[in-house]
T-cell receptor, first 114, second 112 residues
């Protein structure tokens, strides 16, 4: 069975600080996909990134970066120089190839104060 | 226009009432999903459908039913609503190759 753990329930930072959101996953499949979604206070779910299990390259998109490490079954998300607009709940999710259903972690609420 | 729409966006209903939540998508995807979000629990899968003739139960299907009326439409019903079904409900559709899911705006349901 697949499982996603986001151990950090809530994180509070001050604007311009860097922050890392942790995600640890469990799966028996060798082929799978990992995702991060953002849910701002308005409630919609915003797709941030998809990573497949064969691609361990880290990715950077502006202030966002992701560190995928199969050896530790982790897919961590770092926001550099955080901003108030980054305040949201962030979800990590896993999909095993061939199934397409997502298993979500419980989410990490990030609060960035000015 | 949004790719995935949900109606209603908010609904308050009483215990025992039947209610239907509707979802439509213009992505042209075959795969559609219903999730439920509760505070601190993340999103949990209720039902999913890989095409019009295919319906599958998810993690928490008890108390719910679905109907796939067309490729673009997937409805979720609560036959007899109860207060612990108060939650935020999301419909989604997925890319058939990369499994990326596109979510609707959500329906906030309150059962009193």
């Amino acid at each position: 069975a697949q499982k996603v753990t986001q151990a950090q329930t809530e994180i509070s930072v001050v604007e311009k600080e860097d922050v890392t959101l942790d995600c640890v996953y469990e799966t028996r499949d060798t082929t799978y996909y990992l995702f991060w979604y953002k849910q701002p206070p308005s409630g919609e779910l915003v797709f941030l990134i998809r990573r497949n299990s064969f691609d361990e390259q880290n990715e950077i998109s502006g202030r966002y970066s992701w560190n995928f490490q199969k050896s530790t079954s982790s897919f961590n998300f770092t926001i550099t120089a955080s901003q108030v607009v980054d305040s949201a709940v962030y979800f990590c999710a896993l999909s095993e190839a061939g199934y397409s259903t997502l298993t979500f972690g419980k989410g990490t609420m990030l609060l960035v104060s000015p | 226009d949004a790719d995935v729409t949900q109606t209603p966006r908010n609904r308050i209903t009483k215990t025992g009432k039947r209610i239907m939540l509707e979802c439509s998508q213009t992505k042209g995807h075959d795969r559609m999903y219903w999730y439920r979000q509760d505070p601190g629990l993340g999103l949990r899968l209720i039902y999913y459908s890989f095409d019009v003739k295919d319906i599958n139960k998810g993690e928490i299907s008890d108390g719910y039913s679905v109907s796939r009326q067309a490729q673009a439409k997937f409805s979720l019903s609560l036959e007899s609503a109860i207060p612990n079904q108060t939650a935020l409900y999301f419909c989604a559709t997925s890319d058939p190759i990369y499994y990326e899911q596109y979510f609707g705006p959500g329906t906030r349901l309150t059962v009193t």
